[in-house]
């Protein structure tokens, strides 16, 4: 019979499709991403009590600033709004928030709203949102190495322990879990050189209408697989 697995420690969410949901109610594309805003803290919420350590949120790439200027400004100021709307919930819950990307790039408003969520969550020890924001997973890679020369280190790294340390995510396990809503089967720069073993999972649904069940059903489609790693052997190589 098959065996079930642990939950995952880490889950990263592609939080896509919140244009789509707005255009097929004949909404601006904004509406769907403040749908999605409000989703987020109700899906943190339901990870928590699963379990899931830590959940990384995908919640704007590098890219994503090619997008016209009404609609990142729009982004970035719902990100302040649910900064500060936030603050007292992740206090309560003991979620700390660990910002990964070039946030100092962002908008000084929007930079500061996130840095100081991050501060202010400093404390919280149930567990851990990293919330990737001006992200982009090859950026991450030269900012890591400009800080590697910075370190004063004389020659390059052997091991992948010297050089991670140098990454955002120094310190948080990989994700076991990948998912991306709206049916689309990529990973857009999410997490490249952590994501190298990570199960990967398409539901079709939109973000605004990713639901509790939905990620339980990510959750029990994780358990069932056999992760190997490379080796040979069943689940338990991997606990
Ligand atoms: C992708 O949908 C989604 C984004 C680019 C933004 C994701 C951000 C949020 C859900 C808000 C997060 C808020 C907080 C507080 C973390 P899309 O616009 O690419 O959708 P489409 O593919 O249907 O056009």
Same mark, same amino acid.
């Given at each position: 019979?098959?065996?079930?697995?642990?939950?995952?420690?880490?889950?990263?969410?592609?939080?896509?499709?919140?244009?789509?949901?707005?255009?097929?109610?004949?909404?601006?594309?904004?509406?769907?991403?403040?749908?999605?805003?409000?989703?987020?803290?109700?899906?943190?919420?339901?990870?928590?009590?699963?379990?899931?350590?830590?959940?990384?949120?995908?919640?704007?790439?590098?890219?994503?600033?090619?997008?016209?200027?009404?609609?990142?400004?729009?982004?970035?100021?719902?990100?302040?709004?649910?900064?500060?709307?936030?603050?007292?919930?992740?206090?309560?819950?003991?979620?700390?928030?660990? *910002?990964?990307?070039? $946030?100092?790039?962002? =908008?000084?408003?929007?930079? %500061?709203?996130? @840095?100081?969520?991050?501060? /202010?969550?400093?404390?919280?020890?149930?567990?851990?949102?990293?919330?990737?924001?001006?992200?982009?997973?090859?950026?991450?890679?030269?900012?890591?190495?400009?800080?590697?020369?910075?370190?004063?280190?004389?020659?390059?790294?052997?091991?992948?322990?010297?050089?991670?340390?140098?990454?955002?995510?120094?310190?948080?396990?990989?994700?076991?879990?990948?998912?991306?809503?709206?049916?689309?089967?990529?990973?857009?720069?999410?997490?490249?050189?952590?994501?190298?073993?990570?199960?990967?999972?398409?539901?079709?649904?939109?973000?605004?209408?990713?639901?509790?069940?939905? *990620?339980?059903?990510? $959750?029990?489609?994780? =358990?069932?697989?056999?992760? %190997?790693?490379? @080796?040979?052997?069943?689940? /338990?190589?991997?606990?």
């Amino acid at each position: 019979m098959d065996s079930i697995g642990p939950i995952p420690l880490h889950v990263g969410l592609i939080m896509d499709g919140n244009g789509r949901w707005a255009e097929q109610r004949g909404k601006p594309r904004l509406y769907g991403h403040r749908r999605g805003a409000e989703n987020v803290r109700r899906i943190v919420t339901h990870a928590q009590s699963l379990g899931i350590r830590f959940l990384t949120l995908y919640a704007f790439s590098l890219e994503n600033n090619q997008r016209p200027a009404a609609e990142v400004n729009g982004l970035l100021s719902l990100f302040e709004l649910y900064a500060r709307r936030w603050l007292s919930q992740l206090l309560e819950q003991g979620i700390r928030i660990h *910002l990964i990307g070039d $946030v100092e790039a962002l =908008r000084p408003s929007t930079a %500061r709203a996130l @840095r100081k969520l991050e501060d /202010e969550t400093q404390k919280g020890e149930q567990m851990t949102v990293i919330l990737a924001a001006n992200y982009g997973g090859r950026d991450e890679v030269l900012r890591a190495m400009r800080r590697f020369w910075q370190s004063g280190a004389t020659k390059g790294p052997s091991r992948w322990e010297d050089f991670e340390k140098f990454l955002d995510t120094a310190g948080i396990p990989d994700p076991d879990l990948i998912l991306r809503s709206s049916g689309e089967m990529r990973l857009s720069h999410f997490l490249p050189l952590q994501s190298v073993y990570s199960e990967l999972y398409f539901p079709s649904v939109l973000w605004p209408d990713f639901s509790e069940r939905d *990620l339980d059903e990510a $959750v029990a489609v994780y =358990r069932r697989r056999r992760r %190997r790693f490379g @080796r040979l052997g069943g689940r /338990e190589m991997s606990e």
